[in-house]
């Protein structure tokens, strides 16, 4: 369709003076709104105002400009359609075969610290969508744009055919819907969390685009990554990517899951992650000595892992890392003597990533084939655990130490799941086991003869003593569990048989 009368609205203006100069030039008539219109005449652009058009001024603080007949009436005439025709001819209306808008800035308003509510409302574009939506529905003989992206493919094509496509039309006008309900679903977010509405009757997000992908978990598999609009800062999906080849999808769900466990931490912690489950966990006073028990804990599985810091990585942490195959380190920051070192591994991606204290909770969400679950972020920690030691002995100093170590780890990995841990180091992890017992067996394996006198951590309560029978075999004298089994009683009695301190949280990590 050919483009005579465009209406021009944007909150955005970047790139629209040489759009409109230009469409101007192919003697397309400007209609246009309150800042917009001054833009453009400051830089000698002929305007008509929306006034002029509807006959109607401004009203309510421009809450009511551009919700008109003679607006509407524009952008939603069926062009052949007889009845349209007569009727835009008696009503005085003309037709606008482009509509340029973008809207009120929502998501920045409320991404402000401590936005004021009432300054959100007035974000909230009422007129803007309506256009747009009329416009997109109409594409058949209207051409939207939302996107100062798509200003130059319009303009090749008026300048080239002095008109534009009717397959540009229809991919704008899906555009356009797409824009408008992720919008929607931004408003709809945030009223929904102003009143506490917990599950309501339906679910709206919205997600933008960071990066296409090669491919998904297999070569097969097409994929992408999307961020959240106001994601919280401590995501993967935030963080600065300082050398290396692109993220895969694989790199960032295993990126992820370092990144969770990681920030369970406040001293210097390493965390090793394979397969989205964690291979090696250390702490200590410097990120070298971090590294050094993280690397210890399974130095076959971190060969080609993803690394996880909470704290800078120095050149002493670089240059051990650099020994090894790694796809990828996280940390807050890299010290140049470090990035001059890691930097010689041409594939290695090296991420930086604010990691302080993000108390944002955001929903977790879980497809299904149809269907969607979604819960609450497992942000419970041990201080708020419900603790208690049924057990005759009660843990020394150090096993307190190592079980802690190990209830911060065990809830990140996949159910069922075990850790042992001890000395600052997870020495062994049964993961993704369809028993308990099996898990600890496992991690009981791996650990080898450094099970003696470690800390034994499960992600949900024991079902029979048997694997309490397992760990006292292997050495092992503290264990932490949520407790809560029918049979607990002949787990603490087994505990106590071999004086193995036990201790209930009353709070259960599955992790499915």
Not at 368 to 388: F, H, P
Not at 471 to 481: F, L, R, Y
Request: aromatic share 6%; with cysteine.
């Amino acid at each position: 369709m050919s483009i005579k009368r465009a209406l021009v609205s944007v909150s955005n203006k970047e790139g629209l003076v040489p759009f409109v100069q230009a469409l101007a030039e192919q003697g397309v008539e400007i209609i246009s709104t309150g800042g917009t219109s001054k833009a453009l005449q400051e830089a000698g652009v002929k305007v008509t105002g929306i006034s002029e058009v509807t006959g109607f001024p401004e009203i309510m603080d421009g809450r009511v400009k551009t919700l008109h007949p003679m607006i509407h009436g524009g952008l939603l005439a069926v062009r052949e359609n007889e009845s349209h025709v007569q009727q835009m001819k008696e009503n005085g209306i003309s037709p606008i075969d482009l509509v340029v808008v973008n809207l009120y800035p929502f998501k920045e308003t409320i991404a402000k610290e401590n936005a004021a509510f009432e300054d959100a409302i007035e974000n909230i574009d009422i007129g803007g969508p309506s256009m747009l939506r009329s416009a997109a529905k109409n594409h058949a003989y209207v051409t939207v744009i939302v996107d100062p992206a798509d200003y130059s493919k319009v303009l090749e094509e008026v300048q080239q055919n002095q008109e534009v496509s009717d397959e540009t039309r229809k991919k704008l006008a899906a555009k356009t819907f797409r824009h408008t309900a992720a919008y929607d679903a931004l408003i709809a977010e945030y009223l929904t969390s102003m009143v506490e509405e917990e599950n309501p009757e339906s679910f709206t997000v919205t997600y933008e685009k960071k990066q296409d992908l090669r491919y998904g978990e297999n070569p097969h598999q097409k994929a992408a990554f999307y961020k959240a609009p106001l994601g919280t800062k401590t995501s993967i999906a935030q963080a600065e990517q300082l050398h290396g080849k692109e993220l895969s999808y694989n790199n960032i769900n295993d990126a992820d899951a370092a990144l969770q466990i990681v920030r369970e931490f406040t001293d210097p912690a390493v965390v090793a992650v394979k397969h989205m489950n964690p291979c090696g966990v250390g702490t200590g006073s410097s990120v070298e000595e971090a590294f050094a028990r993280a690397f210890e804990a399974d130095p076959v599985s971190i060969f080609g892992g993803i690394i996880a810091s909470n704290v800078e990585i120095n050149a002493a942490a670089a240059q051990k890392m650099s020994e090894i195959f790694l796809e990828i380190i996280i940390a807050p920051s890299f010290s140049d003597e470090a990035k001059e070192i890691l930097t010689k591994k041409k594939n290695i991606r090296l991420l930086t990533l604010e990691l302080g204290e993000d108390k944002k909770q955001e929903k977790k969400l879980t497809t299904v084939r149809g269907g969607l679950l979604v819960q609450d972020e497992d942000a419970y920690g041990l201080d708020q655990a419900n603790i208690s030691v049924p057990t005759k002995r009660e843990p020394t100093e150090k096993e307190w130490e190592d079980l802690k170590l190990a209830w911060k780890v065990v809830k990140h990995i996949k159910s069922n799941a075990i850790v042992l841990t001890k000395d600052q180091m997870t020495i062994g992890v049964g993961a993704g086991q369809m028993n308990r017992v099996g898990a600890a067996k496992i991690a009981i394996e791996q650990a080898g003869e450094k099970a003696q006198g470690s800390a034994l951590g499960s992600d949900a309560f024991f079902p029979m003593n048997d694997t309490v029978e397992a760990a006292a075999k292997a050495g092992i004298t503290a264990i932490i569990q949520p407790g809560g089994s029918v049979k607990d009683e002949d787990s603490i009695k087994k505990a106590d048989e071999y004086g193995i301190a036990m201790v209930f949280t009353g709070v259960r990590h599955f992790k499915h």
